[in-house]
DNA sequence: GTCTATAGGTGGATAGAC
DNA sequence: GTCTATCCACCTATAGAC
């Protein structure tokens, strides 16, 4: 049995992307995982501090699987290990990047100043400058076509958005090996035309 | 003072996308509106109801956005006006947008039954079919160079959609204006490399 | 068509027993 | 640490007056 308050970070993940902020019940937490709602109060102070948690948590997981990514020696290899490193999350942790980058535009914010979504808007911009530095250095080797390196990140980062978004949001029907060929095929149809003409 | 019957239903559409199907109460609906919450019910039958005829005018109207473009002499024509069709509706309807496109994978569909996240998912494939469509006649006239046309749209659609979506979570610091202009000039990055080569 | 009153349900959070 | 009991707030929906 693992730890009770993992349990329950878990189940509030679920029913959050279920009906929203306002469907995650602690009634309901305790439901699910056979204890009363009062004993989550122990783990978390309170509902808001249990929603910060989850989402503190997929924020905390999406960087570790970005940072493995710098590992690569070369340009090419730290912009190919960060890709297939956003794609591995999507896919092995889908939940998560729905709560980092598909919550709604006010989903949550409540205005209640709990300052969380704050560090999520935070997230998405450490993440497109980590992308934007891999694609600096990338023209800069050659690899990519010499360009506004932010604007060439745009694109490329809406072009991944887009493919893992709308797979998550279940509008394709494709299983995961599918997915994971189209999103390879896709990502080479973009990339060539950013590529150096040959 | 315009129809109540319609101001009931731009602010349930306010609310849900605040805090989602549990975030959208009768009361506050009314209260916003100066009514009581039962008056309400002399328009639409229950929550369900409203929540309903939310999602369908937001359909109804992107299908009118949509449909305009085909009046385009030639394919380019067609396949331009509807990529201006769409930008226009996520900007001028970007809540609409956000109900129809941006719904985390299980946001409402509560396994009611109740029908509504199943026309939303038919409107995502025949908007993706129409998309195919364009490309399939830009190919054949030779806007585009041969290949799989679901394959091309479906890299189209990513990018578009990713563009759309992140502006609208608000995660760049982007005006109107800058946006449109991100946007041409993000398209035309990416329709360069899917053209004839010269 | 809109109101008030009301029934019946769900939810957040605390107090105090064990 | 987890429970039961409890309080209060808010929700949907109906009945019936105006």
Redesign the interface.
């Known amino acids: 049995m693992t730890d009770l308050r993992e349990r329950i970070l878990e189940c509030a993940l679920d029913l959050y ?7 995650l019940s602690m009634r309901h937490v305790g439901e699910s995982l056979g204890v009363s709602a009062t004993a989550i109060y122990r783990h978390y102070r309170n509902k808001e501090d249990l929603l910060n948690n989850v989402m503190g948590e997929a924020v905390k997981v999406f960087g570790s699987y970005l940072f493995a990514s710098l590992s690569g020696k070369t340009p090419e290899e730290r912009f190919n290990r960060g890709g297939e490193a956003y794609l591995n999350f999507a896919l092995e942790k ?1 939940k998560y990047y ?1 709560v980092i ?7 949550g914010a ?1 205005g209640d100043g709990s300052g969380l979504p704050e560090a999520l ?1 935070a997230q ?2 450490a993440t ?1 400058q980590f992308l934007v530095d891999r694609v600096q250095e990338c023209m800069e080797s050659g690899y990519l076509r010499k360009a506004d390196a932010q ?2 990140s ?2 490329i ?7 893992v ?2 797979y ?5 029907s494709l299983d995961e090996a599918g997915f994971r060929r ?1 999103f390879r ?2 990502t080479e ?2 990339m ?3 590529r150096p003409a040959p």
């Open positions: 992307l279920e009906d929203g902020p306002k469907g889908g729905e980058f598909m919550a709604p535009s006010q989903f409540a808007r998405s911009m497109f604007a060439v745009m694109t980062w809406a072009h991944t958005h887009g493919l978004s709308i998550l949001a279940k509008k394709w189209l095929e896709s149809r973009l060539h035309g950013l």
